[in-house]
């Protein structure tokens, strides 16, 4: 049979079991002491061996894990178990269950709330005890609901109890699973580094070290060898893009622009930021890399820097270009090029940020992005 390894609700499921077959036993035990008073003692049998079999069947399904994710069998389990209540008017007269005379099922009957408590939660719960309590209530009249409060008040609170429960441990599973995936792949990315450290980096670096030797041609060969080089070393160091709530890791996204003329800073740990907000502000430092490309100079190096400042995020992305002059800035606004003020300082300012230039001739430019949080 197939585990899940993380499976929090098994002990719940293991549970119900045991209550199922336990409860089982009280209401042969209670047909046995009442069986005097039992008017029609072949119809309680009966109604007991339709008990047994249902628990039979369901106790197997619960142990299952095809039982264990398939609601309708808690629902058929609800559907059964009223159907067995009702059948206590094989043995006694509906007159006489009115006047006190025992429902046969007895406590049996909170099976199924147990069971759609722990597929469901709370509402599953809720909605089992408010079946099971209704038929209770039509069999033994609603002019005494008085009498049979305390049983639907049980009914309740283990619905809502045992549905909270099961809730929180499904989330708790869902949150180990995910630790799970993320160690198993860091593990693997681990395994991964070592085996490329040791063969593929080693023989990259020698081509660099022997394509500039030999000269020529060969210089366009270790140019191409030291790209491949940094590509590999950024794809070891990656992390995965955390999601949490929404939010994303802003470093995740931005350590894939390292090249051999980019280099990316980030801090440690995940800078989280709402999936849209990292999604533009990624977009606004590819701008700002693209116009390095176009205007900082043939071989100019970017250096690009996360600070995570708590209430704020900044991104600096400086170069040792050839510069530029804030009018020369303003004239190409003006000439209708958007490059900055559209896709950089309008992405900013959509985001509600900020983006700041500074340059000079011959000094590269800086920007810095800086979004609140």
């Known amino acids: 049979m197939e585990r899940d390894p993380v499976d929090l609700l098994q002990p719940l499921w293991r549970s119900l079991v045991v209550f199922r077959l336990i409860t089982f036993g009280f209401a042969c035990f209670g047909v046995w002491t009442r069986w005097g008073g039992i008017a029609r003692p072949s119809g309680a049998v009966l109604q007991l061996a339709i008990m047994g079999v249902w628990t039979l069947i369901s106790s197997i399904g619960y142990s299952r894990r095809w039982g264990r994710r398939n609601t309708r069998l808690a ?40 069971a759609l408590a722990i597929s469901r939660g709370r509402d599953g719960g809720l909605l089992g005890a408010a079946t099971i309590s209704l038929a209770l209530l039509s069999l033994r009249g609603f002019e005494s ?44 990315r681990l395994r991964l580094s070592r085996s490329i450290h040791d063969g593929v980096l080693q023989v990259l670096a020698q081509v660099q070290r022997r394509g500039h030797a030999i000269g020529g041609e060969a210089v366009e060969l270790a140019r191409m060898a030291a790209e491949q080089e940094v590509a590999l070393r950024t794809l070891m160091s990656a992390r995965p893009v955390a999601v949490n709530g929404g939010q994303t890791d802003l470093c995740g996204q931005l350590m894939p622009l390292a090249t051999t003329r980019v280099d990316v800073v980030v801090p440690a740990d995940p800078v989280l930021l709402p999936a849209a907000a990292a999604d533009e502000l990624v977009a606004a430092v590819r701008e700002a890399l693209s116009n390095v490309d176009k205007h900082a100079g043939h071989g100019a190096r970017t250096w690009i820097v996360v600070e995570d400042l708590e209430d704020a ?48 001739p011959g000094e590269g430019t800086e920007w810095e992005l800086k979004v609140s949080r």
Not at 158 to 173: D, N, Q, S, W
Not at 349 to 359: K, Q, S, Y
């Open 313 to 360: 995020v900044l991104v600096s992305i400086r170069d040792d270009g050839a510069g530029t002059t804030p009018a020369e800035l303003e004239q190409a606004r003006v000439d209708g090029r958007l490059g900055v003020s559209q896709s950089i300082r309008g992405r900013m300012t959509d985001l509600g940020g900020t983006a700041t230039v500074r340059t000079a």
């Open 145 to 188: 609901a008085s009498k049979v409060l305390s049983n639907v008040q049980l009914l309740l609170v283990a619905g809502l109890v045992v549905g909270y429960a099961a809730t929180t441990m499904r989330r708790a599973g869902a949150r180990l699973r995910e630790a799970i995936a993320a160690e198993s792949a860091t593990a693997e």
């Open 75 to 114: 629902f058929a389990d609800l559907v059964v178990t009223a159907g067995c209540m009702y059948a206590t008017l094989l043995a006694q007269p509906l007159i006489d269950i009115r006047g006190g005379a025992s429902v046969l099922t007895s406590v049996w009957a909170a099976g199924p709330v147990l």
